[in-house]
C-alpha cells in the first residue's frame, strides 16, 4: 500500500479487524463510550452537590463552551453551496489549467455568497458588496476564484486595507451600524480617498442590494494571468453572469426584508436547491496579449478600473451549476477556506498590488480564524488531488506522516520529493516575468485618474438608475453627522457628473461646487487587433 495514503493509515488497518458493529443512534462520549443519561448530573445524594467526577458532564460544557470560532474579520455572512464547473470549450490556447482543457468535464465546486460589512448575525438585503468566492476542486490542485459582485474595489493597494476595513466596520465605540454603511467612518474614509469614487457608484446603485445570490454576477476583479504549456502569458479578467439575469430589489423592499425575513438571501438560495432550482451562472473571459499590457488608459493592474467591454469583450467560456446544499453550515460555510494565492498551473498573479496583499492576508487570517496551520485537511478544504507534504505537527494535525519530513532524504521513504526542472506535467512553476525598478512607494500616473470611469458609469446608466444613485446618495450622506464629510464628498461627485452633483448636493441642502481642477483624464492608445477580435475563441 501507498505509505503516504491519507484516509486508511496504520492505525486504521490495526484496528480493523476489531471494531464494534455500529450502533448509529446510540450516545456516547468523545472516546466512543455509551453514557447512561445524558439529562442529569452526577450528584452525591438527591439534593447533593455535582460531582467532578461526571466525565460524561464536563466533556459536554467543555466542548459546548468551546464551540465558537472567530467570524471572518470581513465577509462574516455568507451562505455557501456545492455544484460543479463545466468549460464549453478547449482553453489549451492560452492556459494549461488542468479543469478548462476537456469540453464538458466536470470539476466540483464549492462557493460561498456572502456581504462584507456586518457580523455573522447581520440582515442579508443590506446595502453591501457581495463576495462571491468559488473553490475549484480540480484534479491539479485547488483553485479559489476570490471575486465579489462588483467588477472594481474601494482602493488600489492593500496597504490601505485595514485602514479601509476599520472606516466600514462597526464604530468601536458603540458598534453602531451593524449591517449598513450609512455612518461617518466610512463616508469620512471615502471622502479622503478619490480612488473609491467608481466603486462608489456601484455601491450607491441597485446592484448592491441584490434580489437574489442567484441573480448577482461576480467578478474576479484584478487581472490575473492565464499561462499555457509553452509558458506564454495572456492577461485576463473573469466575469460571472448568473442564468437568471442580473436582479435587485428597490430600497423600500430591502428594508423591509431586512426586517421581516433578515436570511431573506440565504433563504431563496438554499429553498432553490432543495427544489431543484439550481442556480447557474457563466464563466466569461476578457483576454488581453501580452504586448497590449500599456494599451489602455487605465493600467491593468488598478483595481478600481475595469477593461470596457466595447474595447475588450467578455468571451463565455463554461458554466457552473449549484445543485448540493451543505450538510453541516459550521463544518461546510463556516470553515471553507478561500485564498486567492490558491492557484493550479495555467493561472498565475499580476503585480496588481492589491492583489499582492491579498494574497499575504488570506492564509495569515485563517491560522487564527481557523486555529492553526492544519484547517487544510478540513473535509470542506480538502483537495481532491494527492496532498503530500513535508509539513509538520501543529493544531488539529489529522495526519499520522508516515516518513520523517523533510527533503532531501536518504533514511526514510514517505518523505515527498519536488518535482525538479525535467517534470512539467501538472506542476506550478511562477510566471517568469522581467522586473526591474527602483524601490518606491509610487505607482504609474493614471492610478490618479480616480473619476473618469466613475463618469462611465452614471452615464451608461438609464434615468431611473440614476435617480436611484441620487436617492442611495442622499440617503447615506443624509446621515452623516459630520457636515463637513458631507461637503467633502459632495465636492468630489462634482468630479463624476455636474448632474449627480446637483442631485445630491440639493438633497442635502448644500450648494453644488465646481468641479476641481486637478481631475486627470487619460486618452486610450490603440489595441491591437487581436484584442479586438476578442482572441478568437
Ligand atoms: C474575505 C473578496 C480585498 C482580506 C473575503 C471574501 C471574499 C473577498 C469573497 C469571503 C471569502 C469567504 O467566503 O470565505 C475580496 C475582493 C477584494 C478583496 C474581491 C478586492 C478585489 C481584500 C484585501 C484584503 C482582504 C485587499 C487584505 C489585504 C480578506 C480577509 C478575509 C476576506 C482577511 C477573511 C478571510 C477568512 O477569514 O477566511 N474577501 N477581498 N480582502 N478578505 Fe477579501
Redesign the pocket.
Known amino acids: 500500500p501507498d505509505p503516504r495514503q491519507r484516509d486508511h493509515d496504520d492505525k486504521d488497518r490495526q484496528l480493523d479487524g476489531f471494531r464494534a458493529a455500529p450502533q448509529s443512534d446510540a450516545l456516547t462520549t468523545e472516546q466512543g463510550v455509551r453514557v447512561d443519561d445524558t439529562d442529569n448530573a452526577l450528584r452525591a445524594g438527591e439534593r447533593g452537590p455535582t460531582l467532578l467526577e461526571d466525565f460524561h458532564n464536563r466533556e459536554k460544557l467543555t466542548h459546548f463552551d468551546h464551540e465558537r470560532i472567530p467570524e471572518?474579520?470581513?465577509?462574516a455572512r455568507?451562505a455557501?453551496a456545492y455544484g460543479y464547473f463545466e468549460p464549453y470549450e478547449s482553453l489549451a490556447e492560452y492556459t494549461c489549467a488542468d479543469f478548462l482543457q476537456e469540453p464538458g468535464r466536470r470539476t466540483p465546486v464549492f462557493v460561498?455568497?456572502?456581504t462584507?460589512q456586518g457580523p455573522r448575525g447581520s440582515a442579508d438585503t443590506v446595502r453591501d458588496v457581495r463576495?462571491?468566492?468559488t473553490k475549484f476542486y480540480t484534479r491539479e490542485g485547488n483553485y479559489d476564484l476570490?471575486?465579489?459582485n462588483f467588477p472594481v474595489?474601494f482602493?488600489q493597494d492593500?496597504i490601505k486595507?485595514p485602514d479601509f476595513v476599520h472606516a466600514v466596520k462597526m464604530e468601536p465605540h458603540n458598534e453602531i451600524p451593524t449591517g449598513a454603511s450609512a455612518h461617518d467612518t466610512f463616508w469620512d474614509f471615502c471622502s479622503l480617498q478619490p480612488e473609491s469614487t467608481h466603486m462608489l457608484m456601484w455601491l450607491m446603485s441597485d446592484r448592491a442590494i441584490p434580489r437574489s445570490f442567484r441573480m448577482m454576477q461576480g467578478?474576479?476583479?484584478?487581472t490575473f494571468r492565464f499561462v499555457n504549456a509553452e509558458g506564454r502569458g495572456t492577461f485576463v479578467k473573469f466575469h460571472w453572469k448568473p442564468l437568471l439575469g442580473v436582479n435587485s430589489l428597490v430600497w423600500d423592499e430591502a428594508q423591509i426584508a431586512a426586517g421581516r425575513d433578515p436570511d431573506f438571501n440565504r433563504r431563496d438560495l438554499w429553498e432553490a436547491i432543495e427544489s431543484g432550482n439550481y442556480p447557474e451562472y457563466e464563466l466569461g473571459v476578457q483576454l488581453v496579449a501580452e504586448e497590449d499590457e500599456g494599451a489602455f488608459a487605465f493600467d491593468l493592474l488598478d483595481?478600481t478600473k475595469i477593461i470596457p467591454e466595447e474595447q475588450v469583450p467578455v468571451q463565455p467560456i463554461g458554466r457552473m451549476v449549484l445543485d448540493r446544499n451543505p450538510q453541516n453550515f459550521f463544518a461546510e460555510t463556516e470553515q471553507?477556506?478561500?485564498h486567492t494565492a490558491n492557484v493550479v498551473p495555467g493561472i498565475d498573479f499580476t503585480n496588481d498590488p492589491?492583489?499582492q496583499?491579498?494574497n499575504?492576508?488570506?492564509l495569515?487570517?485563517?491560522l487564527i480564524?481557523l486555529g492553526g496551520p492544519n484547517f487544510a485537511q478540513l473535509p470542506v478544504n480538502r483537495p481532491i488531488a494527492d496532498v503530500n507534504t513535508n509539513h509538520r505537527d501543529g493544531y488539529g494535525q489529522q495526519v499520522i506522516q508516515p516518513g520523517n519530513s523533510y527533503f532531501p532524504n536518504s533514511l526514510s521513504g514517505g518523505c515527498p520529493a519536488h518535482a525538479g526542472a525535467g517534470d512539467t506535467s501538472g506542476v506550478f512553476r511562477h510566471y517568469q516575468e522581467r522586473v526591474a525598478g527602483e524601490k518606491v512607494r509610487v505607482r504609474s500616473d493614471s492610478f490618479k485618474d480616480h473619476y473618469s470611469q466613475a463618469t462611465l458609469f452614471w452615464n451608461s446608466m438609464s434615468d431611473w438608475e440614476k435617480a436611484h444613485i441620487v436617492e442611495a446618495f442622499r440617503f447615506e450622506l443624509g446621515k452623516v453627522g459630520s457636515a463637513e464629510v458631507r461637503e467633502r464628498m459632495v465636492a468630489n461627485l462634482s468630479n463624476v457628473h455636474g448632474d449627480l452633483c446637483a442631485a445630491v448636493a440639493a438633497g442635502l441642502g448644500l450648494p453644488a461646487p465646481r468641479p476641481a481642477s486637478t481631475v486627470h483624464t487619460f486618452s486610450s492608445p490603440a489595441l491591437s487587433q487581436e484584442n479586438l477580435a476578442g482572441n478568437g475563441i
Not at 219 to 222: A, E, I, L, N, R
Open positions: 471572518r474579520v470581513v465577509h455568507g455557501g460561498r455568497f456572502s462584507v463576495g462571491f468566492a476570490v471575486g465579489n474595489f482602493i492593500a486595507f467578478f474576479g476583479v484584478h483595481a471553507v477556506a478561500f492589491l492583489l496583499g491579498r499575504f492576508s488570506y495569515d487570517t485563517q480564524r
